[in-house]
């Protein structure tokens, strides 16, 4: 595997306020990853500035061992071989599929550009619509056609930005596995950008977290959700709340009950006494009823199988959907409820800072 | 008004009552043309196949093209360097672009034949300095091309402009991308976006030219409408007026023909939802001096020139004793004039607007067709159309004040109408049944829900409908009761025989009243944009 993309220590400032601030990560050939963030966190702009539609401010962007931004050069979009899908798929309207698709390839005779236009139909199964006009197609067929006319000039690196946000869930759904064949089978190294968790884990090798310009945390999907480097992170990544604790002598002490513990990257003993912030997730506790308890039902909907149980965190307002299903219950709307620890797993704690 | 929008079947009969009206006043110019051709004898008709008249409409086709073709050369590098390049104050450019559009072509002739004519300012300037005591005449085509080039290219300019900033980004960002340059992604990408709106800008201004009288009557360039005008004041038999009227008719209407061939053939309008990212604007780099000398001459040539000349006229005039006191009475005409004929274009049009977009009435095709009559026909067949009826039919208001007004109204229509149409397809019916079942009394939907979601539209059609109706001349003169004269009635006798003197405080007047409904036009727009 070869390095297909660096950024070193990039920096793109609007006016006074600094969007991407010292972002540093990697990307080699065939890999797919997915930046995962709040809307305004930069992603986008991170796209721009890969892609050449922005201009860098400080660091170096290496794409092909060739240095195509930096500080005091920047190479125009048209000479970077970088292919991007926008979020409205931005389809010529004056041209035909055909036409939109091989409107990429400028220096294929005609046999050349006809067969590749051919073979691309094919990936993305689009081969009856090649006479239609965008605005002919629906939704999921227009992001087809914007992806197939981004894989038709063989770029080195694929930018989707938010490419899921304009279907409805159905469509949704179908593309995502179809997008994720399509990426392996035409071997393009891919950076998707998306503010959803399960379109960010179900297509990627690798998960780039991003809050505030930064890069937070970047590994393999699976490992950023066990371990969650920070509370932004599990807030992005995982269906969870914090509770306050306050560690003693060793002890983790919180308003349900006392747990073992562990942190990420430091020893236990390393952390010392003190308030820290505890990750809730659903799938460590099972609810109970008590009167007393911090918790509070605020709605039950049934799902035929199961029932999606919320609750509030009366002290921290953080609510937790849980799956519940078992026959009976004690509690309704309105009940309070307590969390009971259903595994003997440590919990995970942050330190306040 | 029946601002009750719940679809039925059929409008209520006030409304209908009101829509009937305005297509009877909207078909009184046609029908008159056709009585007019069926009187029409062989001898006329030889007049009208002589070569003299052919002449007339190819000189008319000839300054058409020529300032549709100039004005598209400077708005459209102006509206998109404007847009999309890094400008210092670009908005304070966009305004002063626009402003030449309140300067009246009759006006801007009288100035610039001032200035260049013979015996004009330059020529005086010239014989001073290098004992030049003879300029090339400038009147005729390149006159009139001249003035109605600088002062139309304000309309396409706004067009154009509003276009450029409503294009999608992406799709330019899409074919850099796809490894096409600034400059063919211009060509390929953005002009084909763009060619809806340049043809549509280009035909208003090809029709504004055709239907001009001002600029080529001062300019002696002998056009249809001039034509006309001569015939009307010289022939009883009106049979001519008729046939020349019905040919500029006809090719006002070949070219509506063309242009809506055009429209229903292309596929350019927007596709896919989702916000089009802001517009990054590209630096100039070192062309930056030269575009804003460009930018610079040409507010020159058609805003400072032209304002510069008539305070020289005006001061000179004041100082050979011109007197001021008539100007109040002028003001006072053109405001009646302007601002009861935006009421009334403004509640016909939203009548009529009501039934086109709420109603769903297999007539409303020929309803829409017949409301462009104003925009086919020029103010001199209007005017002398309703002469006719007024003597023969309606007696009781030949001369007076409301023939006139029903003449601008005709004018006017096709304009507000376009504007009603899309203020009323803003408000959604669903807005107002939801607002309707939150309030009980229906006056509190439209205070309170209809009238703020209309306001910006409703300005800006009335503001539109004065400015048009400040610069009205050749219905005004025509129809005009006796010894009634308005700001543009008054610069046109003067200019006409040369005193400029005369003329430059009525234009000056005229022009500042035209800055507030154009300012107000151009606030409303950048409301609308951001919506």
């Known amino acids: 595997m070869s390095l297909v993309l660096n950024c070193k220590k990039i920096s793109k400032y609007f006016g006074k306020y600094q969007v991407i601030k010292n972002l540093d990560f990697q990307l080699f050939s065939g890999q797919i990853l997915s930046i995962l963030g709040t809307s305004g966190c930069g992603k986008t702009t991170l796209l721009r500035l890969i892609s050449g539609l922005e201009e860098l401010d400080k660091g170096e962007i290496v794409i092909n061992s060739k240095t195509m931004s930096s500080s005091g050069f920047h190479s125009p979009p048209d000479k970077r071989n970088i292919g991007m899908v926008f979020q409205n798929y931005s389809l010529f309207p004056h041209m035909n599929v055909f036409n939109n698709i091989a409107f990429g390839l400028k220096n294929f005779n005609k046999k050349d550009k006809e067969n590749r236009v051919k073979e691309v139909l094919e990936i993305t199964r689009l081969e009856e619509f090649v006479n239609r006009y965008p605005q002919e197609l629906s939704g999921g067929q227009q992001q087809r056609v914007a992806l197939a006319r981004t894989l038709a000039p063989k770029p080195t690196i694929m930018l989707l930005d938010e490419p899921f946000s304009n279907l409805d869930a159905f469509t949704r759904t179908a593309m995502l596995a179809d997008l994720q064949k399509i990426i392996r089978d035409s071997k393009i190294s891919t950076i998707l950008v998306t503010h959803d968790r399960e379109e960010a884990f179900a297509t990627s090798d690798y998960l780039a977290v991003m809050v505030n310009g930064g890069i937070v945390q970047f590994d393999k999907p699976d490992v950023v959700v066990r371990s969650p480097i920070n509370i932004d992170v599990a807030t992005l990544v995982l269906n969870c709340g914090f509770l306050e604790g306050i560690i003693n002598n060793g002890v983790l002490n919180t308003t349900i009950g006392n747990f073992s513990f562990k942190t990420l990257g430091l020893n236990n003993t390393e952390i010392g006494d003190g308030k820290v912030d505890v990750l809730i997730k659903p799938e460590d506790f099972n609810l109970a009823y008590d009167p007393n308890g911090n918790f509070k039902v605020i709605s039950i909907e049934f799902r035929g199988m199961y029932s999606m149980v919320q609750v509030q965190s009366i002290n921290h307002g953080f609510l937790l959907k849980f799956i519940y299903n078992q026959k009976e219950q004690l509690w309704n709307i309105g009940s309070n409820v307590n969390l009971i620890k259903s595994n003997t797993d440590p919990l995970i704690v942050y330190r306040r800072i | ?531």
């Open chain 2, 1 to 531: 008004m029946n601002l009750d929008f719940s679809f039925k079947k059929l409008p209520p009969t006030y409304i209908t009552l009101i829509v009937i009206f305005i297509i009877f006043i909207m078909l009184l110019p046609l029908l008159y043309l056709l009585m007019r051709v069926i009187d029409v004898n062989p001898e006329i008709l030889n007049i009208f196949f002589s070569m003299n008249y052919l002449y007339i409409i190819i000189r008319s086709l000839l300054l058409m093209v020529l300032v549709s073709l100039i004005t598209l050369f400077i708005a459209l590098p102006l509206a998109w360097i404007n847009v999309r390049m890094v400008l210092p104050l670009p908005n304070v450019w966009a305004v002063l672009l626009s402003l030449p559009l309140v300067i009246p072509t009759y006006v801007g002739a009288f100035i610039y034949s001032s200035l260049l004519g013979p015996k004009g300012v330059l020529q005086d300037l010239l014989e001073v300095l290098f004992g030049v005591n003879k300029l090339p005449d400038i009147h005729g085509l390149f006159g009139a091309t001249l003035v109605l080039s600088l002062l139309s290219f304000p309309y396409l300019f706004l067009i154009l402009k509003s276009s450029i900033t409503n294009l999608d980004s992406t799709l330019i960002e899409s074919s850099r991308l796809l490894g096409y340059g600034p400059t063919k992604t211009f060509f390929k990408v953005s002009l084909p976006q763009l060619r809806p709106s340049i043809i549509a800008g280009t035909l208003f201004v090809s029709l504004y030219t055709l239907s001009d009288f001002g600029a080529v009557s001062l300019m002696r360039y002998n056009t249809i409408t001039w034509a006309i005008y001569q015939q009307y004041q010289s022939i009883i038999d009106r049979s001519l007026i008729s046939l020349i009227s019905l040919a500029l008719v006809f090719i006002a209407v070949i070219i509506l023909f063309v242009e809506s061939r055009f429209r229903s053939k292309s596929k350019y309008y927007k596709i896919g939802t989702g916000t089009s990212a802001k517009h990054k604007k590209t630096d100039l780099g070192i062309w930056k001096i030269p575009v804003i000398f460009l930018f610079s001459s040409i507010v020159f040539v058609s805003l400072i020139l032209p304002l510069s000349v008539l305070f020289f006229w005006l001061i000179r005039g004041l100082l050979a004793g011109e007197s001021l006191m008539f100007i109040w009475v002028l003001i006072y005409n053109s405001l009646l004039l302007s601002i009861v004929t935006s009421i009334a274009t403004v509640f016909f049009a939203m009548c009529m607007a009501i039934v086109l977009v709420r109603y769903n009435l297999a007539i409303n095709k020929y309803l829409e067709i017949i409301s462009l009559a104003g925009y086919v026909l020029p103010g001199v067949v209007v005017a002398i159309s309703l002469v006719y009826f007024g003597i023969n039919f309606f007696g009781f208001i030949y001369q007076t004040k409301i023939l006139l007004i029903i003449a601008c109204v005709i004018l006017a229509f096709p304009v507000a109408l376009g504007n009603s149409k899309a203020v009323l397809l803003q408000i959604n019916p669903e807005i107002e049944d939801s607002a309707k079942l939150l309030v009980k009394n229906y006056w509190s939907v439209i205070i309170y829900i209809l009238i703020p979601i209309m306001k910006t539209g409703l300005i800006m059609s009335l503001a539109m409908v004065f400015l048009l109706t400040m610069k009205e001349l050749p219905a005004t003169l025509i129809l005009g009761p006796l010894g009634f004269e308005t700001l543009a009635t008054s610069i046109w006798n003067s200019a006409s025989e040369a005193y400029f003197a005369r003329a430059a405080a009525p234009a000056l007047c005229m022009i500042f009243l035209s800055l507030l409904p154009l300012i107000l036009l151009m606030k409303a727009e950048g409301k609308s944009e951001i919506v």
